[in-house]
């Protein structure tokens, strides 16, 4: 059985990895913080040492995207040093590195869905150190995949659709962005693309960047619509879900206007389809609601 070592093995996508693997004939070798700090050189040279695996995923990263404002140094050493180790340690054993990074990288400006060709000029410190890390990874280690997604979510706390609950239990109305716009997509989707790309790696020169993220693109607060309608049957009281502009929400970190990604590419060459984050949002909303801690992916 092919056997792959996932880093950042606690976080929403390492968690779905590990548990989707199995089902795609893949084992799942997950590797907690705790286990492995990307940021020690030493400690990933070890484990990557230790095992043949035909593949190392980065799911770890940094990712208070507000926080990072006041933490910069923090942010770099897990989003640009972590993924850097790992892609010197990974060129070091010839084991292709799969890195996950971020729609932050782009400035929201343009109007369309974004490609992988187009131009980033991130607006943050977390989209900046981000963008550093792919930076890193493309340039030590020539057998990589970075895979840029966005406004990712699933079964558990700490996730746009997990507020939108706890803050639905007891108000009567959620204010909700209307002027972000980007793809919703599930931690269980983004795990089965890297499967799939994973058990086609020995086709030929697949080796890059691509883009992947739910579909339709829409607003944080068409989003909240979505969540609410499907939570109302459950709910004692069904708030109204009002939009509003950015700067009626300011926060420390300024986020892209539009961050649609363009997901071309990774069809083209993996067969590999947008989502429709919908026809998921039904399940995830239910076990939120019966379990508010969340369930294992
Ligand atoms: N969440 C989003 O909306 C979003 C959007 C676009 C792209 N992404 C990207 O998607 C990927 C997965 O995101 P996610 O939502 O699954 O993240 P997550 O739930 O925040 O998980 C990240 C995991 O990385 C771990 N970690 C942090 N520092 C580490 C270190 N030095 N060594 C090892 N592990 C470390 C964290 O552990 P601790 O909890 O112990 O710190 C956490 O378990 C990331 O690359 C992220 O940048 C996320």
């Known amino acids: 059985m092919t056997s792959v070592l996932v880093v950042g093995a606690a976080g929403q996508v390492g968690r779905a990895l590990c548990a989707l693997g ?8 997950g590797r907690t913080r705790a286990d492995l700090d990307i940021t020690d050189l030493g400690q990933v040279r070890e484990v990557l040492a230790a095992h043949p695996f035909a593949a190392v995923v980065n799911a770890a990263a940094y990712t208070a995207v507000d926080k990072a404002e006041s933490d910069e140094a923090a ?5 640009r040093d972590g993924p850097h180790n790992l892609a010197i340690a990974a060129a070091e054993q010839d084991i292709p590195l799969l890195h996950i990074s971020t729609d932050y990288v782009f400035d929201g400006a343009r109007s369309g869905a974004y490609r992988e060709t187009d131009p980033v000029r991130p607006t943050g410190v977390y989209g900046a150190s981000k963008f550093a890390g792919e930076e890193a990874v493309r340039a030590t280690h020539r057998h990589h995949i970075i895979l840029r997604t966005s406004w990712v979510y699933g079964p558990s706390t700490g996730n746009f659709v997990a507020t939108m ?5 007891d108000r009567p109305e959620l204010r909700v962005v209307a002027d972000q716009r980007g793809g919703p997509t599930t931690a ?8 799939t790309m994973i058990l086609q790696l020995d086709r ?6 691509y883009h992947f993220s739910g579909a339709p693109a829409t607003t944080w607060h068409g989003f909240a619509q979505e969540i609410i309608a499907r939570a109302a049957p459950r709910l004692r009281q069904i708030p109204v879900v009002i939009p509003i502009g950015t700067a009626d ?11 649609e990604l ?36």
């Open 22 to 29: 199995g089902s795609r004939g893949i084992e799942t070798v």
């Open 75 to 79: 942010a770099y050493a897990i989003n």
């Open 165 to 169: 609950l706890r803050l639905a239990a």
């Open 188 to 195: 269980a989707a983004i795990a089965q693309a890297l499967l």
């Open 204 to 209: 030929g020169e697949s080796w890059g960047t």
């Open 249 to 259: 929400y300011p926060t420390p970190a300024r986020r892209p206007a539009n961050s």
């Open 262 to 297: 363009d997901c071309t590419k990774i069809e083209r060459q993996f067969g590999i389809r947008q989502p429709d984050w919908r026809t998921t949002l039904d399940d995830i909303v239910e076990t939120l609601q019966t379990n508010p801690q969340g369930s294992k992916i």
